[in-house]
């Protein structure tokens, strides 16, 4: 293996180093936000190595063809070292900016989305609620007012029925639309609140 590989595999490790450290503080800053349950945690630390190996391996295979050499772990080291004197406050500060704005806009969305959709639904649903309230109150009162001015017609119909009920038989059709019309006029009450 030339010197130039060597270099360029340290260098590539180093980096790898580097952006292992950074996305450890990516993953330490977001899991402490977001706080995942306990038993998720070291799920994720799992996930987390896993793929800190794989791109690690990756990134070997790409500057070496995979030769693992005591340099490559010397550059991992170097590279992590490195990134956490220099960098590491710098992004834990990038990802709570990041963080907060994303939570700002969340709240944003949440907030536009309760004002055009949330709220006009919910004030038409009360607003037809309202009229319809309004429109059955009317006809109940409008049908009670019926009510009382068919009353007397009712009661004179009833006085000039009983005497020409005597005299005369009436005929089955007559008598089937006499019960229907009673069965109306009581349902009309039951309705409207008649009692009689």
Excluded at 102 to 119: D, H, S, W
Excluded at 123 to 136: E, K, M, T
Excluded at 162 to 188: D, H
Aim: proline fraction near 4%.
């Amino acid at each position: 293996m030339s010197l130039y590989v060597q270099f360029i595999t340290l260098s590539a490790m180093a980096g790898s180093g580097a952006f292992m450290g950074a996305m450890f503080d990516v993953y330490r800053v977001l899991s402490g936000r977001l706080r995942p349950p306990r038993w998720l945690v070291p799920l994720l630390d799992i996930v987390y190595w896993f793929a800190a190996t794989l791109f690690v391996f990756r990134t070997l295979l790409y500057s070496n063809h995979g030769q693992v050499r005591l340099y490559v772990f010397l550059g991992l080291l170097l590279g992590v070292w490195l990134y956490f004197r220099i960098a590491s406050r710098w992004t834990i500060k990038l990802v709570l900016l990041v963080v907060r704005i994303i939570q700002a806009l969340v709240r944003f969305v949440r907030r536009l989305t309760e004002l055009l959709l949330i709220k006009p639904i919910v004030l038409l649903y009360r607003l037809v609620i309202i009229v319809f309230g309004f429109l059955w109150a009317l006809s109940i009162f409008l049908g009670k007012i019926v009510l009382q001015l068919l009353y007397p017609f009712l009661l004179l119909g009833r006085a000039i029925y009983k005497p020409l009920k005597k005299r005369f038989k009436a005929p089955n059709w007559w008598k089937t639309f006499a019960s229907l019309c009673g069965r109306w006029v009581q349902a009309v009450r039951k309705i409207f609140g008649r009692k009689g």
